[in-house]
T-cell receptor, first 114, second 116 residues
Framework: KAGVTQTPRYLIKTRGQQVTLSCSPI?????VSWYQQTPGQGLQFLFE???????NKGNFPGRFSGRQFSNSRSEMNVSTLELGDSALYLC?????????????FGQGTRLTVV | GNSVTQMEGPVTLSEEAFLTINCTYT??????LFWYVQYPGEGLQLLLK?????DKGSNKGFEATYRKETTSFHLEKGSVQVSDSAVYFC???????????????FGQGTILTVHP
C-alpha cells in the first residue's frame, strides 16, 4: 500500500509570492491534516479536512488555506509569502476521525522563502 | 487547551544504555497518547500509542505507559542502538469537543544521539 505522498519535496519562493502544496493520502483514508514544523515553534497544526470539508483549524492567519477533493487528495495554499513561512510542511492521513486513530505522515515539503 | 511537555534535550547516550524521555500532558476529556519518531530528512513515524489509562504501548523495544494519575507517558528503552538516533515527539489527540478529534498536539521534541 502506498504511503502518504507530498509534492513537491522542495520549494524556493520569493517574498510576496504564493505557493500550493499537494498531498495524496493513503488509499481509503478520508482525513487529511496539515502541520507546519519549524525549529522555533516545533510542530503546529494548520487544519484538518474530512469528506471535502474543513473540520478543524489551527491558529494561523488567513493567508494559509486548504481544500480537499472528492478523491481525498488535499492541497494547501499560502499567499503573500513571508520569510517566516519557511518551514517543513507535513501532511498526515487517517482512515477516519477517531481520536485514537494513528496518523500516517508524508515526508513533507520543505519551503524556503527568500 | 491541550498541551504536551517533553524533557529538555538533546540526549546523548552510549550504545546499550537505558533511555528515558519524559512526557507530561494537559488535556480535556480522555486523550489518546502517541510517540512519534522523525529520522533526518523524513516525516514522522508512529512509534507506539496508548488510548486509555494504564495501557502500555510497545514497539521495537520501546515502551510507554499511559499514567492518568500523573498525566504522564514516559518513553523507555532498555538498550539503545546507534540506529535509534532521531528526534522523538510525544503527542496527544483529545475526544473532548467534536472538532478536535483530528488534531495532534505535539511536545517540542527530544533529539537523541546514540554513540557506538
Amino acid at each position: 500500500k502506498a504511503g502518504v505522498t507530498q509534492t513537491p519535496r522542495y520549494l524556493i519562493k520569493t517574498r510576496g509570492q504564493q505557493v500550493t502544496l499537494s498531498c495524496s493520502p493513503i488509499s481509503g483514508h478520508r482525513s487529511v491534516s496539515w502541520y507546519q514544523q519549524t525549529p522555533g515553534q516545533g510542530l503546529q497544526f494548520l487544519f484538518e479536512y474530512f469528506s471535502e470539508t474543513q473540520r478543524n483549524k489551527g491558529n494561523f492567519p488567513g493567508r494559509f488555506s486548504g481544500r480537499q477533493f472528492s478523491n481525498s487528495r488535499s492541497e494547501m495554499n499560502v499567499s503573500t509569502l513571508e520569510l517566516g513561512d519557511s518551514a517543513l510542511y507535513l501532511c498526515a492521513s487517517r482512515p477516519n476521525r477517531g481520536s485514537n486513530t494513528e496518523a500516517f505522515f508524508g515526508q513533507g515539503t520543505r519551503l524556503t522563502v527568500v | 487547551g491541550n498541551s504536551v511537555t517533553q524533557m529538555e534535550g538533546p540526549v546523548t547516550l552510549s550504545e546499550e544504555a537505558f533511555l528515558t524521555i519524559n512526557c507530561t500532558y494537559t488535556a480535556t476529556g480522555y486523550p489518546s497518547l502517541f510517540w512519534y519518531v522523525q529520522y533526518p530528512g523524513e516525516g514522522l513515524q508512529l512509534l507506539l500509542k496508548a488510548t486509555k489509562a494504564d495501557d502500555k504501548g510497545s514497539n521495537k523495544g520501546f515502551e510507554a505507559t499511559y499514567r492518568k494519575e500523573t498525566t504522564s507517558f514516559h518513553l523507555e528503552k532498555g538498550s539503545v542502538q546507534v540506529s535509534d538516533s532521531a528526534v522523538y515527539f510525544c503527542a496527544l489527540t483529545s475526544n473532548a469537543g467534536g472538532t478536535s478529534y483530528g488534531k495532534l498536539t505535539f511536545g517540542q521534541g527530544t533529539i537523541l544521539t546514540v554513540h557506538p
